[in-house]
């Protein structure tokens, strides 16, 4: 229990409602979106940066450690107390000034509460939006603290590229804030500082206000569903289609037969859109879009890319087995079915890994022959988003099947899977989740010995008080 | 002079041709491209990562401050040593291997001494180039100490956005190599730590290989001259121009008249393309370019780039005066010009500053106002990157004023800029030439103590040996 002077103290610099003390009030704060659960000491919401340095101060003075809580929409859990109940919850939810649109220099400078979609509603009237696009909801500060990726990562690249800047408080006991913002898009005057603490899980300090890249929101867009002469050819499809396509291309993600099915099973809405019903081996959900409206003259983009799907199934060493035009927002329902099927269709261990963009097919096709001899029973479900080499790869026990609740059993499965994919395909166990309590094991396991030592360090000099739910 | 013992064992370690010592060869890599000389104590040149490892190891050992040394095409004295004499070059110009291209992750390994042409030369059978456009052309590893932006900075970003993995030795006694050579697009599992080896001037540690984001070369280019309504329209002209031309538009760079003329006075086969000779206060040239070739039934890049300046011609509130669409290859020429011709035009004070893109117009306004207040008889001649918010602000002096030669009246102008830019206008004092010798002082002035503090105890704990022309 949390030294009553100390909650007398926060209540005095957060206001009304800004602390949060009772076991109802708090609930809210101690569960993930997935998989954690905890118990929070206090939940803390402040409502500006000085707030929020006058709170990690004084948690930091006191020995309190703080969890940086955004959105709550991370999947690792690296934003909910574990289950001590000494640990603190930093929330971000009030946080959601200010709110200042440079339209010339297409940029905005936001609170780090601020909804993502709350953000792309204000910006709208300006034909201007945040380009990171993904199936949750998160606030900035959590974007940031996870560096996002999502599925348009293949033209807008992640929240890192389209950082300008940030507002940091460090975990120090004078809550010192470090003001990261000018907002410049050119500027070399020293280290970057603001790029340690984009993807850091907010371990070395907490993000409180940032300026963002904005991007002319796209005005027309087409889609298609490829279908791969075979999925080997996935890695030169790709390559054809950006050489044909050049920045037109928004996404190309692919989605298993298996992750297909399991969409279809489980929400009885979705239409089957391959002829006959007969779901491929592996289909790719293509995109182009542009940020202006059709001129007279110009030909429509629909058609420019019926052209190139005309051209490829044409060519004599065939890439593409077959390419389906529909509309762009049923060909999304379908893909952002695909994880919440895959997950209603038994006991789920997932994935989130990244290769070389070459390589993905590759490990997949590496997993598929090698499961059975390790593991019988286990259903591969992978998605994901071939064109930057991120893949979710999903693995599906039958929920009656015995090793479904056991730890151990899953343990061994994801130690053999990272094995396989860092050590084995130089691949990434986090490609776009980033850590938490999840997946901190793996940090220790997978990151060379002197980058760890870099990371301790930089955090002993600049930020030592306890923040965040994992240690790097 | 340093230790003949030392010498010897570099000998050893770089065999012949590795190591120079007399003065005629040490002449080439003593003189900076524009200002600097200075004097090497020897010439280390290593062929690999392995050797620049044991060099770095040694020198730190013995403490012998190494000046990293790429391309040599920097300005701001960030590669050449000190007049003392006992400061050494490691000149990365024989370390130009490895080179492998990933088509598929279309990204390149190459070693950190190949030059820009060479790497694009190689590249240009795959249609690929590395995305970075300038005039000189440097070695990659001068790229990533400066962070390179250049004249299409507005489409492909920086060096910083196109680089995916870098090797680095650090300046400890065993000259540690970091590998963070990966190469995935999509990585969070842990500080992206080669991001403080990025635009750091070398200081923090040797760049030996590096993996670059490669982008499909543009197949068909268009580009105006723009002579815009007022120079104060500029802003909402380029709003413009990114809305009906959104990821089309690659460049949009900025020329005033003073440094037109300059140009066109030096360079005397330079045509005027504007009507009766007659220089415009403000032009730009704006570049529209797409990976693909001519499609059938698909508008010509050109006529797309003609519509789209002819509703801008018709607007009723008008942004844009005139625009002359004519070959790309003629209007860099100009472009390319200027830099020489406002040099041959007088004594050169030149600044690389950036703003907020709303802001340069207002700062170069202001400063046409304030100049002749404070300084008499100089000629602003700017121009530079409107697209990005960079711009190459050049005082010009006639050089038979006797204040020319001056070295007190040029410091007393070069800090009222800076000053005027930076606090003023919240700018920068290096938007793309990072720090060296000629703009250290600026560090310390404008870098809050605190970033001085973060830098000074990152190289302490990482990187403690003498490496580098600056001190962060």
Redesign the interface.
């Known amino acids: 229990m949390t030294d009553p002077a100390i909650i007398a103290e926060l209540r005095a610099v957060l206001g009304d409602g800004g602390l949060l003390t009772e076991p109802a009030d708090l609930a809210p704060y101690e569960s993930g979106a997935r998989y954690d659960r905890g118990r929070a000491a206090f939940v803390a919401r402040p409502r500006s940066t000085a707030e929020v340095s006058r709170t990690v101060g004084l948690c930091v003075r006191h020995g309190v450690t703080l969890i940086p809580q955004s959105g709550n929409t991370g999947v690792v859990a690296g934003s909910t107390p574990d289950m001590s109940g000494t640990q603190a919850v930093l929330s971000l939810d009030r946080l959601t000034a200010p709110f200042a649109l440079?339209?010339?220099?297409?940029?905005v400078t936001a609170g780090a509460g601020l909804r993502l979609s709350e953000l792309n509603r204000r910006l709208a009237p300006d034909?201007l939006f945040f380009p990171i696009d993904l199936g949750a909801d998160p606030r900035l500060g959590g974007m940031i603290a996870?560096?996002t990726?999502g599925s348009r990562?293949l033209r807008y690249?992640?929240v890192?590229?389209n950082t300008l800047g940030l507002t940091v408080v460090l975990a120090d006991p004078d809550g010192?804030v470090?003001?990261l913002a000018?907002?410049?898009?050119?500027?070399?005057?020293?280290?970057?500082?603001k790029?340690?603490f984009?993807?850091?899980s907010g371990s070395?300090g907490v993000v409180t206000e940032c300026v963002l890249n904005l991007e002319?929101l796209p005005q027309q867009t087409a889609a298609a569903l490829l279908v791969p002469a075979s999925p080997d050819k996935v890695?030169?499809l790709?390559?054809a289609m950006?050489?044909?396509?050049?920045?037109y291309l928004s996404a190309f993600e692919g989605m298993s037969r298996n992750a297909m099915a399991a969409a279809f099973a489980h929400a009885p809405s979705l239409r089957n859109p391959f002829a006959g019903g007969a779901i491929p081996d592996f289909a790719i959900l293509t995109e182009v879009s542009?940020?202006?409206l059709p001129?007279?003259?110009?030909?429509p983009l629909s058609?420019?890319l019926e052209?190139v799907l005309a051209d490829l199934l044409g060519r004599a060493d065939p890439l593409l087995g077959d390419a389906l035009v529909g509309r762009p927002e049923e060909m999304w329902t379908l893909r952002h079915a695909l994880s919440e099927g895959v997950r209603q269709s038994g006991k789920l261990v997932a994935f989130d890994l990244?290769?070389?963009?070459?390589d993905i097919m590759r490990f997949i096709a590496h997993m598929k022959a090698e499961m059975p001899k390790r593991f019988s029973g286990i259903t591969i479900c992978d998605f994901g988003?071939v064109g930057?080499?991120?893949v979710h790869f999903n693995l599906v026990l039958d929920r009656a099947d015995p090793r479904a609740g056991d730890a151990g059993f899953e343990q061994g499965l994801r130690d053999w899977v990272f094995e396989v994919a860092v050590a084995g395909f130089?691949?990434?166990?986090?490609?776009?989740?980033?850590?938490g309590r999840r997946n901190q094991g793996?940090?220790a396991r997978?990151?060379?010995a002197?980058?760890r030592r870099?990371?301790a360090?930089?955090k002993a000099?600049?930020s030592p008080g306890p923040l965040g739910a994992v240690e790097?």
């Not at 001129?295 to 030909?299: D, K, V």
């Open positions: 440079d339209r010339i220099n297409r940029s034909h996870t560096n990726g990562f690249g992640d890192r590229r010192t470090l003001n000018a907002g410049l898009r050119k500027d070399n005057t020293g280290p970057d500082w790029q340690l984009i993807g850091t070395f002319p890695p030169d790709l390559i950006e050489q044909a396509l050049g920045f542009r940020s202006w001129r007279p003259g110009e030909q058609a420019v052209d990244s290769f070389r963009r070459g988003h930057d080499g991120g130089g691949g990434s166990f986090s490609a776009e989740h980033a850590i793996m940090y997978y990151t060379e002197q980058l870099l990371a360090g930089f000099a600049t790097l």
